[in-house]
């Protein structure tokens, strides 16, 4: 009983939590901005546009982690479709991850694992660099089975 009061709470709060962190970074851009627009006081904004960035990636192992333990109840629940295609979607969209790309990794078919790399480096939304990074985990995927 006391668990499922302490889960309600968490997916009660997460939502607000993951609303203020956005608005949060909206705001050290907004900082960022003003301190390099009007005050020319590059420093100051050097240091808010650090600290949004940090921010965002901090939100990128939230929104995987979130997408990962989806998939995990998917599993747990025999839904072994569903949940492939949350750990596909971990490899897909966060290879960046590396522990939850590695467990994703481990609960998919191999067919699977290369589809999902794949489909990763060629996401046109992709900067040189992720799309790099994701050929180079499909190499090494490819290597070891």
Known sequence: MKRILILTALCLLLPSIAFAQTNELADLVRKGLFEE?????????????KSAIDGFDHNRQ??????????????????????NLQYARVLREFPDQS?????????????????????AASDSDMTSEERDRSEEHTSELQSHH
């Open 37 to 49: 627009e009007a005050n020319h006081n590059l420093e100051a904004a050097v240091q808010a546009y």
């Open 62 to 83: 939230l929104a995987a982690t979130a997408i990962f333990r989806l998939g995990e109840c998917y599993r747990k629940l025999g839904r072994t479709n569903d949940a």
């Open 99 to 119: 522990d939850l790309a590695n467990l994703s990794r481990s609960y998919l078919p191999q067919n699977q694992i290369l589809t999902a790399a794949s489909t």
